[in-house]
């Protein structure tokens, strides 16, 4: 046995650690096209002190450290490039506190958003977090250390935006405080009035330190909630119809989307409105507003209301399943997206790139679009399904979504999760002064280059 399995195995103890062949190959890969790499060990720590041992042995060792939620980025994001530990959170799932009056819940780092989700509505039924359509299993932590999104991220922002606090192992193994809980027992905000340190965490993809608390903010779960299918043929208006239903300032969720599949929905963009209410009178106001605003559409047979009768289960559903049914569309399971955050005008350039590289590159394809921020700006998903037994078609997915992330930046959008590749082409065009910045702040917290090296990295 090596000198770092016995290290590892008396931090974790035996059952925490694993170099066992089988173990190394699923951890090894996610559910995307890029190539696996082996990791030389599995370690799932339960507490902080124990991530922080861990920390503490691969900096002296300089092992790299590749910290995992539920591997579902699907981008690459814990594939360990260069080896190493893929350090496993989810052994670390409790939920630490829910502080129901100022409306956060405490969360330890590789809490999952079905935990949560379960928990508050057992015990706080009328609270809620932004839950992502990202299956149940996928992290809090892991989720906004990719900036990720959720049902309320058209009201509220990035669920980045969403962190009220952090408890983070920096990759010299100190265990640091972010935000309110670095002053006094509260986790009601990550930069009340201080310099605001979680910038150096969300985002940065597990290059940074590894969370291992997060606070989150809650919001009022409403009695109702609802959903009204708006669908429009002229993608030269969705932009429009977007900016006047986010200046409404009611919806807790808008989806645009479209598929060639099933033929019934080939050629229309479907808009879907989420909107919430505590009586019927709320929701019938709400539903009229909506209307109103929509109606000059509808008077110029633009677009119109199609019913959800058959589909509203689906559509009300948390998370939504639609995305995971599409990835069998073609057999064999697969499904990759990138996701570019862009500006709502762009949608119609956006929407005909997807068509252009689906027949270019012969494979299926799914687009969502979800408003952020009242409509300040857009992840607009480009997903193709493919056939994990036709290495081809993998291939040509690949190429497609390459070209898609080059659009993007000719755009003026950022990738969303970026993998690896995508991280060198914004830093390539990245404003020299701010790659200095992204360097600087790297090298300093990171000395030795160890936190899930290969990706944001700037050092070389
Ligand atoms: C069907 C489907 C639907 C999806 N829908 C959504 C959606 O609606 N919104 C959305 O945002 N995403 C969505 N996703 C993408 C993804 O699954 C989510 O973003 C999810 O939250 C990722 O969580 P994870 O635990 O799987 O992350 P992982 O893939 O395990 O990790 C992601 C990144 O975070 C880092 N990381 C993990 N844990 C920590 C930690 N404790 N500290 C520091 N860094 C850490 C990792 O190193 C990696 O870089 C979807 C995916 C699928 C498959």
Same mark, same amino acid.
């Given at each position: =046995?090596s000198?770092i399995?016995?290290?590892?195995i008396?931090?974790? @103890?035996?059952?925490?650690?694993?170099n066992?062949?089988?173990?190394?190959?699923f951890?090894?890969?996610?559910p995307?096209?890029?190539?696996?790499?082996?990791?030389?060990y599995?370690?799932?720590p339960?507490?902080?002190?124990?991530v922080?041992?861990?920390?503490?042995?691969?900096c002296?060792?300089?092992?790299?450290v590749?910290?995992?939620?539920?591997g579902?980025?699907?981008t690459?994001?814990?594939i360990?490039?260069?080896?190493?530990i893929? !350090?496993d959170m989810k %052994?670390?799932?409790?939920?630490?506190?829910?502080?129901?009056?100022?409306?956060?819940?405490?969360v330890e780092?590789?809490?999952?958003?079905?935990?949560?989700?379960a928990?508050l509505?057992k015990?706080?039924?009328?609270?809620?977090h932004?839950l992502?359509?990202?299956?149940?299993?996928?992290?809090?932590?892991?989720n906004v250390?990719l900036?990720?999104q959720?049902?309320?991220?058209?009201q509220?922002?990035?669920?980045?935006?969403?962190?009220t606090?952090l408890?983070v192992?920096?990759?010299?193994?100190d265990?640091c405080?972010?935000g309110?809980?670095s002053?006094g027992p509260?986790?009601?905000?990550?930069?009340?009035?201080l310099?605001d340190l979680?910038g150096?965490?969300? @985002?940065?993809?597990g290059?940074?330190?590894?969370i291992t608390?997060?606070g989150?903010k809650l919001?009022?779960n409403?009695?109702?909630?609802e959903?009204?299918?708006?669908?429009?043929?002229?993608?030269?208006?969705?932009?429009v119809?977007?900016?006047?239903l986010?200046?409404?300032?009611?919806?807790?969720?808008?989806?645009?989307w479209?598929?060639?599949k099933?033929?019934m929905?080939l050629g229309?963009?479907h808009?879907t409105?989420?909107f919430?209410g505590?009586?019927e009178?709320e929701?019938?106001?709400? %539903?009229?507003?909506?209307?109103d605003?929509?109606?000059?559409f509808?008077?110029?047979k633009?677009?119109?209301?199609?019913?959800v009768q058959?589909?509203?289960?689906?559509?009300?559903q948390m998370?939504g399943?639609?995305?995971?049914d599409?990835?069998?569309?073609?057999?064999?399971g697969?499904?990759e997206y990138s996701g570019?955050i862009?500006?709502?005008?762009?949608?119609p350039?956006y929407?005909a790139?997807?068509?252009? !590289?689906a027949?270019?590159?012969?494979v299926?394809y799914?687009?969502?679009?979800?408003?952020i921020? @009242?409509?300040?700006?857009m992840m607009?998903?480009?997903?193709?399904?493919?056939?994990r037994?036709?290495?081809?078609?993998?291939?040509?997915v690949?190429?497609?979504?390459?070209?898609?992330?080059?659009?993007a930046?000719?755009m003026g959008?950022?990738?969303?999760k970026p993998n690896?590749?995508?991280?060198? =082409?914004?830093?390539?065009k990245?404003?020299?002064?701010?790659?200095?910045l992204?360097?600087m702040?790297?090298?300093?917290?990171?000395?030795c280059?160890?936190?899930?090296p290969?990706n944001w990295?700037?050092?070389?």
């Open positions: =046995m000198d399995l016995k290290s590892l008396e931090i974790v @103890g035996e059952k925490g650690v694993s066992a062949p089988e173990e190394l190959w951890y090894s890969r996610d995307g096209v890029l190539t696996p790499h082996l990791p030389d599995v370690v799932a339960k507490t902080t002190e124990e922080q041992k861990i920390v503490q042995l691969a002296r060792e300089k092992i790299p590749v910290p995992m939620g539920n579902m980025s699907l690459g994001l814990v360990p490039l260069k080896g190493g893929v !350090l %052994r670390m799932n409790k939920i630490l506190e829910v502080n129901a009056m100022a409306r956060y819940a405490v780092g590789g809490t999952s958003q079905g935990v949560l989700k928990y509505q015990n706080h039924p009328t609270l809620r932004s992502p359509d990202a299956p149940p299993t996928t992290t809090i932590a892991a250390a900036h990720g959720g049902r309320l991220t058209n509220y922002g990035f669920n980045s935006d969403m962190v606090g408890e192992v920096l990759p010299t193994g265990v405080r972010i309110s809980p002053i509260y986790w009601f905000s990550k930069s009340p009035t310099p979680s150096l965490f969300l @985002g940065w993809l290059t940074t330190g590894i608390k997060v989150m919001f009022p409403k009695k109702i909630r959903v009204e299918l708006f669908v429009t043929d002229r993608v030269d208006l969705v932009p119809i977007l900016y006047k986010t200046h409404l300032e009611m919806l807790e969720d808008v989806n645009v479209f598929q060639p099933p033929l929905f229309n963009f808009i409105l989420y919430t505590d009586t009178e929701i019938e106001f709400k %539903r009229k507003m909506i209307w605003t929509l109606q000059e509808m008077d110029s633009d677009g119109g209301f199609m019913s058959y589909m509203k289960e689906a559509l009300l998370p399943r639609n995305i995971a599409f990835a069998d569309v073609p057999k064999g697969g499904f570019p862009t500006i709502i005008e762009h949608f350039q929407a790139k997807v068509v252009e !590289l027949r270019k590159y012969d299926l799914a687009s969502s679009a979800r408003l921020s @009242g409509g300040h700006c607009f998903s480009i997903s193709f399904a493919f056939n037994n036709d290495p081809a078609m993998m291939i040509r690949k190429h497609a979504l390459d070209e898609a992330t080059a659009f930046l000719e959008g950022i990738p969303w690896y590749m995508e991280q060198k =082409m914004v830093m390539e990245m404003e020299p002064n701010a790659l200095k992204l360097q702040i790297k090298k300093n917290l990171d000395p280059g160890i936190m899930n290969g990295e700037v050092n070389s």
